[in-house]
């Protein structure tokens, strides 16, 4: 008899109030509005300009006031590419942050590393500038799980969130990306379990056989 079952986090995806799962709502929503929205304005599965100046992060317009920008840019992506992308690794680390971090810091972490990145590339690139993308959120998912792998394991878990975090990378470089937010979100994100000292118990499941 399992006095405690383990159930992995897919298992778990429907049955608890996850972050990574309301974020990833939050993104299939935006992507699949915007999309259906710049089909009808003949743009096909590539976001319409005019909705990314709206949602997205244009400079100009935060500067004249639009500042919800900045948070809105975190969950909106530009193409299919991007959007599964992102999806992708948001799961493989939204999935290892979950395990350790109380909802409420696991929250703090992606958006705080977004936004800081986000507010650099508005003092830095030119006003016309329109970026967007939750890239920068989960770059600080990746920084936070690379100093949990550090503290925990050492070696093993290291080397795998840094193999997967130079994928992540590569799967994301190009003309036009915003390497300031990606930059800024993992070092942020590698910075803040030194001060969220108050972490999620770690459950020990017992079989007990009768």
């Not at 193409?79 to 703090?108: K, P, T």
């Amino acid at each position: 008899m399992t006095e405690t079952e383990s159930i992995s986090p897919l298992e778990n995806f429907w049955k608890a109030n996850l972050p990574t799962r309301n974020l990833l709502i939050i993104i299939v929503l935006a992507y699949v509005i915007l999309t259906i929205l710049s089909i009808i304005e003949g743009e096909g599965l590539r976001i319409s300009g005019k909705y990314l100046a709206i949602v997205g992060q244009y400079n100009q317009k935060v500067l004249e006031g639009h500042v919800y920008q900045l948070l809105t840019a975190i969950f909106v992506h530009v193409n299919i590419l991007h959007f599964l992308s992102n999806s992708l690794f948001l799961l493989i680390y939204g999935f290892r942050a979950e395990e350790r971090f109380l909802n409420w810091q696991y929250i703090l972490i992606f958006i705080v590393s977004a936004l800081i990145g986000n507010l650099l590339s508005l003092a830095l690139f030119n006003p016309e500038t329109i970026s967007c993308g939750a890239s920068g959120g989960i770059f600080g998912l990746l920084g936070a799980d690379l100093k949990l792998a550090y503290e925990e394991e050492k070696r093993k878990s290291l080397w795998i969130f840094l193999g997967t975090g130079v994928i992540f990378f590569s799967l994301s470089a190009g003309v036009n990306v915003n390497f300031i937010a990606h930059g800024v979100g993992l070092i942020v994100g590698f910075i803040l379990p030194f001060i969220l000292k108050k972490r999620k118990a770690i459950e020990i499941h017992i079989d007990v056989e009768t």
